[in-house]
């Protein structure tokens, strides 16, 4: 029988904890369960509880989203994307649309879409006009656009793909020599997609403590109480506290799709830079649809800021769970959700946006 918050809160203050414990989680969705809940002013104060790279908003790299508003801007097409992305900035010199949604004021054709089935509708509303997708996001996400991509999509529809992996990007973390964490939380539902498995390296190669979680205060709870007890234990296991959903080897459909549709690359991180194999790109087999390849690119050497954030934007600390969100010299001050400096502050899945909605001011 699985157990409360009430009564994991009870174990987990009963532990005998070391000064300060590390707890890394790496999914905006677990993110804002634990600020919304307030679970960090419901634990113990050895336990921190820091938010990582888990906003695939937050890590599309500056020239991708240079490259949507461009080609809105410049080419014949409508541009497709999550409503998220609309407001994220760039901070390219010589640039004054800094976002897709000053290039719709501006009079491109850009269109928020919550699925691929609307793009997929779009597309077949409008078939002489060509509708480019601009699809950022993480496993999660990418899967069900792989699927769309699979089921055949009409010949007007051409996808800008910026994929992420989840994983890598804590792999880069552990390996990089300065681990800012003693455990982690890891996502439930890429989980969900991927299987568990992919999360084993945490604890086999880090020794690590690692514990999949689900996004209520239950499953969280379960999760931290489990790394505090696998940190004491000396003995980290890789732990699932949401074998509700999380199953064995993942959701095989969707995984199968994913290898189909696409490969996995190396890929840049905004804030971060480039990490070996974390990102996805469109199969040769779907280059009829590969906006990357069909379209000009506006890109140029002096325009790859990839790892760069506006001035006096800490995102990439934020991202890289270095800092809290309110330690970013102008959170709530030049930084707010009306007014967003930096993508973490735009997005509902970014730390600083999430911070800031849960009452955070300063
Ligand atoms: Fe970036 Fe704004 Fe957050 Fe600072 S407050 S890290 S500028 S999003």
Request: proline content about 7%.
């Amino acid at each position: 029988m699985s157990l409360g918050a009430a009564e994991l809160l009870e174990r987990i203050r009963a532990l005998d904890l070391p000064e300060k414990v590390r707890i890394m989680n790496v999914c905006g969705g677990h993110e804002r369960s634990i600020t919304q809940a307030g679970l960090r002013n419901a634990l113990p104060p050895a336990i921190e509880l820091i938010p990582g790279p888990g906003c695939p908003v937050c890590v599309c790299p500056e020239e991708d989203v240079y490259q949507a508003i461009q080609l809105a801007m410049n080419e014949d097409l409508t541009l497709a994307t999550f409503g998220d992305m609309l407001r994220v900035p760039v901070n390219v010199r010589k640039t004054e649309i800094r976002s897709l949604e000053q290039a719709k004021a501006a009079g491109a054709d850009v269109v928020p879409v919550a699925s691929p089935q609307e793009i997929v509708a779009l597309a077949r509303a409008n078939p002489d006009r060509r509708v480019v997708f601009f699809a950022a996001g993480f496993e999660t996400t990418t899967a069900p656009v792989a699927a769309m991509m699979a089921q055949g999509v009409p010949d007007n529809l051409l996808l800008l793909l910026s994929g992420r992996l989840t994983w890598p990007a804590v792999s880069m973390l552990l390996n990089s020599g300065e681990v800012g964490f003693d455990a982690l939380i890891a996502p439930g539902h890429v989980g969900t997609v991927m299987g568990p498995e992919e999360w084993e390296f945490v604890v086999e190669d880090h020794n690590v403590p690692a514990a999949i979680a689900g996004f209520d205060s239950d499953s969280l709870l379960a999760a931290i109480y489990s790394v505090l007890r696998q940190l004491q234990s000396g003995k980290p296991a890789l732990d699932n506290c949401y074998t509700r959903v999380v199953q064995s080897g993942g959701n095989p459909t969707a995984r199968r799709f994913l290898s189909q549709v696409m490969e996995v690359t190396d890929a840049t991180w905004r804030g971060i830079g480039t990490i070996p194999a974390s990102g996805f790109s469109l199969r040769d087999v779907y280059a009829a649809h590969d906006a990357r390849k069909l379209l000009p690119d506006y890109g140029d050497d002096a325009r790859r800021r990839v790892g760069e954030m506006p001035a006096g934007c800490d995102c990439a600390q934020v991202v890289l769970g270095r800092i809290y969100p309110d330690q970013c010299r102008i959170f709530g001050a030049a930084c707010t959700p009306r007014t967003p400096v930096g993508p973490c502050m735009v997005s509902d899945e970014g730390a600083c946006r999430i911070w800031w909605s849960s009452g955070k001011r300063t």
